[in-house]
């Protein structure tokens, strides 16, 4: 396994690995339990939003999960300011990921309160239980003839092609996703300058929405999916 770029909420990643392996894994993202507002009780609503959609909107508001509270939290939320209401706002037990997520708006001398109830959920439940994202593609390695054309440089998506000393070369710093847009370049110039190499690895993205740091993600994923396994296989041996 090797790091290729990490952000905060975000990390990418290359490893030798089965696409079915990692097509289940990315499917359990949606069975690990993940803490949401499931339930709102507003009390004043002087908003143009109608209740329902504020309930929808503050229910996506992703919840820090520092332990997993499996008790139901009560988040209370109350403001009577002119402009923007953020998720910020919410106060309880539980804590928003991102503080700056707008709700609605109110006017002057117009009022939004309510009360949440947070719910253990998962992704295959409703995308408010979902932690994040999980995709890959294919790392190819490339094969490059002495008469290949130039614009093959440009057309490349990942800025992986590059001149040196009048040669096309590959920076090995980069990987390539098998866009094919340098074999396209390639066909319209009546050529077969370069070839895509299969090298049995996977470039993988994972994306955390906030609840959940990003690399404990995967490997709840992991775990999620080991226990789906063993139950299979209790069902079977019956």
Do not use: W
């Amino acid at each position: 396994m090797k790091l290729i770029e990490q952000k905060p909420n975000q990390i990418v990643f290359s490893t030798k690995i089965e696409e079915t392996l990692a097509n289940a894994i990315r499917r359990y993202l949606n069975q690990i339990p993940i803490l949401a507002i499931d339930e709102l009780e507003i009390s004043k609503n002087d908003s143009p939003l109608y209740d329902e959609t504020i309930a929808h909107r503050t229910g996506l508001i992703p919840l820090k999960m520092d332990k997993l509270e499996k008790t139901p939290i009560k988040l209370k939320l109350s403001s009577k300011k002119e402009g923007i209401v953020f998720s910020g706002e919410l106060k309880g037990k539980a804590k928003v990921a991102y503080e700056n997520i707008p709700i609605t708006s109110l006017n002057k001398n117009y009022e939004l309160e309510f009360t949440a109830t947070t719910k253990l959920g998962k992704g295959s439940e409703h995308s408010k239980f979902s932690p994040g994202l999980m995709f890959y593609r294919n790392i190819i390695e490339l094969k490059i003839d002495k008469d290949c054309p130039k614009e093959v440089i440009e057309a490349c998506t990942q800025n992986i092609l590059k001149s040196e000393n009048g040669k096309i070369v590959v920076d090995d710093n980069i990987k390539c996703d098998d866009c094919e847009a340098c074999i396209e370049v390639c066909h319209k110039k009546g050529k077969d300058s370069i070839k895509l190499i299969p090298t049995g690895e996977l470039m993988i993205t994972l994306e955390s929405f906030g609840q959940l740091d990003v690399k404990e993600i995967f490997k709840k994923s992991i775990d999620e999916l080991r226990k789906g396994l063993k139950d299979v296989s209790k069902k079977i041996s019956k």
